[in-house]
């Protein structure tokens, strides 16, 4: 299995949560924990930014995929906004996630509450070729 290192910040004041992790050895996708420092209400048809408390250096060439849980999603309605979200590798401010309640009743993010998962993917630069006709 290939693996590759990035560089992980923990933001003042996150010291008790979790690093991304994936949580079975399968598992394709890093949790991502809320770093939220009260409960964040979000109201039913409404949307939140999720802060992570951690920044990410990811090598040239890859970039990090935000999205949602299954079971956030199947159980409550919630799902990732932007699915996925894009994380660059010239990103260095704090990961964030932006949640959406489809649901009827507000959802409540609690501190350390697994809210998406993050996915590294390697990216290749396109070079663009044209021609009257495609092959």
């Known amino acids: 299995m290939n693996e590759i290192e990035v ?17 079975t050895a399968g598992a394709v996708g890093m949790d991502l924990c809320a770093a939220v420092t009260g409960d ?3 109201p039913a048809g409404g949307m ?9 250096a990811l090598p040239e060439g890859h970039e990090a995929q935000v ?14 906004l932007n699915t996925p979200g894009t994380i660059d590798p010239d990103y260095r401010g704090e990961v964030k996630v932006l949640l959406i309640n489809h649901g009827k009743e507000p959802f409540v993010v609690t501190r350390g509450m697994r809210i998406a998962q993050m996915v590294v993917m390697p990216v ?3 070079s663009w070729s044209g021609g009257p006709e495609l092959p």
């Open 48 to 56: 939140g930014a999720v802060p992570c408390g951690i920044a990410i």
């Open 124 to 126: 290749p630069r396109v």
């Open 40 to 42: 964040l209400a979000i």
């Open 67 to 80: 999205r949602p849980r299954s079971g956030l999603a199947a159980k409550n309605l919630v799902t990732v």
């Open 7 to 23: 560089r992980i910040r923990r933001l003042p004041g996150n010291d008790d949560l979790p690093l991304p992790a994936y949580q």
